[in-house]
């Protein structure tokens, strides 16, 4: 085997080589995904949803099921069978009678067994690497091969359990024993290692080998409790579709109370099914409301809705993947909710018009400024018939807001015409400008009180207000107007001596230098090329902890003044002490995230990690915010949250997830290939363990053929095992023996060979 890998601060892989040595090297370039527990308050937004339609899988409208090997492979039953999906590709595989495949589910050896109608068996490779189903049933008398549907298929340390509403089928030790049971169609519950019939006559009750014992406090059959999941403490959690609810303590055999906040919530819009998410979350899917994520505690995470951007299409099962991402199968395909991506989204269906410019929390509610005015987000409040936490408009606020700023405890918002004052739901102009003049930036300055400098048209202008601002009154003093600069500015802001760093869309960088108190008494300089700036256009300036990080189209740069107090002309743009001279691409915006990382916005979005004054890049995911939503604007929240501007679109990313963005994901061989598409591998590499074949990634001996020389072309598909936004994988390869250079990157995910000579 041969592997290459390399360091790129993100999801990456080793992918191994099959038998012509050929080697794959993954790069994801645009991925973005994070835990979402502990959630980030008040902000209920959508997360990001990808529906899978019957044309693009290939499959029924129908889809009952899901299940993820041990590779990261995913598997669905729809109506004809089974889908097989790698994140590029769909296939198909067809159990013994072809009919609908109702469960799945997958031991510990990875062996996926499967549950249809009158069938149920597993998979299992055979030698080309297919995957095949082998039935179980078929070697059942006839009489008991008349079950109908397999509901429910689960596994323990007991067996698999094929469950329908009549009988109950036990795989065990090669040996397949029969239950007679009268059960309701949601079978069966996981728990805890334990399997629980939901039984019509008895209640819930406890399946053990080949007996079931109703549980005492869950026989209450007219409550009719048929959706469950576990909970720590080895504790079952029930209920029925009112959202009733019944949580069982497994050791002590007694009740405890469980309550949620989202009770009338689902007791509206009824309760359908219960899957688990992980040991901290469950899902809660309903009739009419979509589906409800609650925490072990009863606490409401998120509501995922059609307000929120969930399809239509009645959820029939949930599943969380390896990463914790649901997959909702439903009545009109698959939908992949990526609840582990650490993003809100809000856009139409929260009432977000136009090109979002900035952001600000102010007094505990978050504005958000565009094109078309300003909108704030109240206080969430769950709405039990129809859930939808949306922005409203500040009537009051007439066109663009470019900028929110608050000073001296007043938000400031400034646009087309003139600079407004917000307050609660109600916006004022306080300082007008002719309709057609835009007031883009505002800054303050400690050396000088009472004065705001502004960025007005082609101006840089500063006004001198009253001592004592309030939203209500704003009294403008003195309006001064910088004769010298006649540029639209980009940015502007002092540094910590009190001068000015004011940035132009074309001419370069004016630095202001005030030589004492009299605001009056200034210099401006205009630093260009010959100071070290790349380019005159592109550049923005920013003032983090005392320092003044300049992003420009090469980087970030910064200043450095002339010794002995030379002329200001003398001014030299470097790489900063802070972030060192790492970053050489296009970069817009620098912010601080946290005490050792910065956030660069620019071709793409990443974070610097700066530790023990050694900066050190990292992907972290931030660049699908760019592929996914063509992001204008980072805006700084808090330490937890970053906001995101896009066309139509605020997003807000959770700055504080901890999820761990350097794990890898495997890279596998998916076919091969030779000659006029003869088929020479599909996909499936296993080992055998006992009598067992187990899936694996890795070639084993028995896959490593002797192919005919005359057999000299060759097509390898391969795939990155990772389903947030796969289109964006990127991949090299070289086949060994025909060449020492590996590709360029690509994102298609086939190699093809011609005319190949013989050797090894």
């Given amino acids: 085997m041969f592997y290459k890998t390399k360091d790129c601060g993100n999801h990456l892989s080793k992918a191994g080589t ?263 979350k469950f899902a809660v899917a309903t009739k009419t409301g979509g589906i409800v994520i609650l925490s072990n505690s009863g606490a409401l995470l998120q509501i995922i809705n059609k307000e929120r951007g969930l399809p239509e299409g009645h959820p029939l099962l949930l599943f969380a993947d390896s990463i914790g991402n649901l997959w909702s199968c439903t009545g009109n395909g698959i939908v992949r909710i990526d609840i582990s991506f650490p993003v809100r989204i809000f856009d139409g269906n929260q009432n977000i018009h136009g090109s979002v410019l900035s952001s600000y929390t102010y007094m505990n509610r978050l504005y958000i400024g565009t094109m078309d005015g300003v909108f704030y987000l109240p206080e969430y409040k769950l709405n039990t018939q129809g859930d939808n936490h949306k922005f409203y408009e500040l009537k009051s606020y007439k066109g663009s807001c470019w900028t929110l700023y608050e000073y001296k405890s007043v938000l400031f918002g400034m646009g087309l015409g003139g600079i407004w004052t917000i307050k609660d739901t109600v916006a004022r102009k306080v300082i007008p400008f002719t309709a057609t003049e835009t007031v883009y930036s505002l800054s303050e300055n400690k050396k000088f009180p009472d004065v705001l400098f502004i960025a007005v048209a082609n101006e840089l202008r500063y006004i001198k207000i009253n001592k004592d601002p309030s939203a209500e009154k704003i009294e403008v003093l003195e309006n001064y107007v910088f004769p010298e600069i006649h540029e639209k500015i980009t940015t502007l802001v002092p540094d910590r001596e009190g001068n000015l760093w004011v940035t ?8 202001i230098r005030f030589k004492d108190a009299n605001i009056k008494n200034y210099q401006v300089t205009l630093l260009g090329k010959r100071n070290g700036l790349p380019a005159l256009a592109r550049n923005y300036a ?151 074949r187990v899936l694996c990634s890795t070639q084993p001996p028995e896959f490593k053929p002797v192919i005919d020389a005359n057999n000299n072309s060759i097509v390898i598909h391969y795939s990155g095992l990772f389903f947030e936004e796969p289109e964006e994988i990127e991949y090299q390869y070289k086949l060994e023996g025909f060449t020492d250079e590996w590709c360029q990157w690509t994102k298609e995910n086939k190699a093809i060979y011609t005319s190949l000579s013989g050797g090894e």
């Fill in 18 to 280: 099959v038998f012509l040595a050929l080697s794959l090297l993954l790069l994801l370039c645009t991925l973005f995904s994070s835990n979402i527990y502990p959630q980030m308050i008040d902000e209920h937004g959508s997360p990001v949803i990808k529906h899978y339609t019957p044309k693009e899988t290939g499959g029924t409208t129908q889809v009952w099921c899901a299940v993820q090997d041990k590779r990261g492979v995913l598997y669905f039953g729809d109506n004809s069978g089974i889908l097989e999906f790698d994140g590029k590709s769909w296939k198909r595989i067809y159990n013994a009678n072809h009919s609908v495949v109702r469960s799945l589910a997958i031991d510990s050896l990875g062996t996926i067994y499967v549950g249809g109608v009158n069938e149920f068996g597993y998979l299992w490779p055979n030698l080309r690497g297919e995957l095949e189903y082998i039935s179980l049933s078929q070697k059942l008398p006839l009489v008991d091969q008349r079950f109908q549907n397999v509901y429910s298929t689960m596994i323990n340390t007991g067996g698999v359990y094929f469950l329908s509403p009549k009988c109950v089928y036990r795989y065990h030790k090669n040996v397949i024993t029969k239950i007679a049971v009268d059960l309701s169609a949601f079978c069966a519950i996981a728990a805890n290692n334990n399997v629980y019939l939901t039984h019509r006559s008895k209640g819930i009750c406890l399946l053990k080998n080949m007996e079931y014992l109703p549980v005492e406090g869950l026989d209450d059959t007219s409550k009719v409790f048929r959706y469950g999941t576990s909970l720590p403490g080895n504790r079952l959690l029930v209920c029925n579709s009112k959202a009733e609810w019944r949580l069982y303590n497994e050791q002590t055999r007694k009740l405890e109370m469980f309550a949620t906040p989202a009770q009338n919530y689902l007791e509206f819009h009824k309760v359908y099914f219960i899957r688990r998410i992980d040991e901290l």
């Fill in 504 to 511: 132009t869309s074309y001419e370069g960088i004016y630095y």
């Fill in 542 to 692: 920013y003032l983090i902890d005392n320092e003044i990080f300049v992003a420009t189209t090469a980087g970030v740069l910064g200043p450095e003044f002339p010794h002995s107090k030379g002329p200001d002309s003398l001014i030299q743009f470097s790489h900063t002490r802070t972030l060192g001279g790492i970053i050489h691409t296009p970069i817009i915006q620098v912010i601080k995230a946290d005490s050792d990382k910065y956030l660069l916005f620019g071709d793409s979005v990443f974070s610097i990690k700066v530790r023990n004054s050694i900066p050190e890049k990292k992907i972290e995911g931030l660049g699908r915010l760019m592929s996914a939503f063509s992001i204008n604007y980072l805006f700084y929240n808090d330490s937890k949250r970053i906001g995101c501007g896009a066309p139509g679109t605020y997003i807000s990313y959770n700055n504080s997830s901890g999820r761990d963005f350097s794990k890898g994901f495997p890279v596998v061989i998916r076919k091969v290939t030779i000659g006029k598409d003869s088929l020479l591998f599909d996909g499936a590499y296993f080992q055998t363990r006992d009598t067992v």
